[in-house]
């Protein structure tokens, strides 16, 4: 099987990954400024640039993982999570959230698992 690959600015890792129907991408916003809902939006945009590219969508989400440098951040960031993924449940993933120790400014770092379209 095909392992398709989407390379991103930071070295060694790429931002997409597709093998066997499966998508999976990461992303962060500390370019966005030091808060918490601005990064959260930027990161979320670019979360949906990858699915799109690597023929995926927001609707097809099956597991995602929210790191947050400060957990008492994590009601701005819900905020944030619930405008963008819309209220119909059947289009919503399993997630986790945990807190994490993140480097350079970063306050939130998403990791989507979804399923390809095709």
């Known amino acids: 099987m095909t392992i398709q690959r989407w390379n991103g600015d930071a070295a060694g890792r790429n ?11 990461v992303a962060t916003a500390a370019s966005a400024g030091p808060d918490i809902k601005a990064q959260t939006r930027a990161a979320l945009q670019a979360i949906e640039k990858n699915l799109n ?6 609707t097809r989400m099956l597991s995602v993982q929210i790191f947050l440098a400060d957990m008492a951040q994590k ?5 944030v999570w619930n405008a963008w993924i819309g209220a119909d449940w ?3 993933p399993q997630r986790a959230c945990v807190g994490a120790p993140l480097a350079g400014g970063t306050l939130v770092e998403i990791v989507v698992k979804a399923a390809a379209k095709d």
């Open 90 to 92: 059947q289009a919503w």
């Open 53 to 58: 590219e690597a023929g995926s969508d927001k």
């Open 15 to 25: 931002r997409a990954v597709r093998h066997a129907g499966v998508v999976y991408t």
């Open 75 to 79: 009601a701005p960031m819900d905020e």
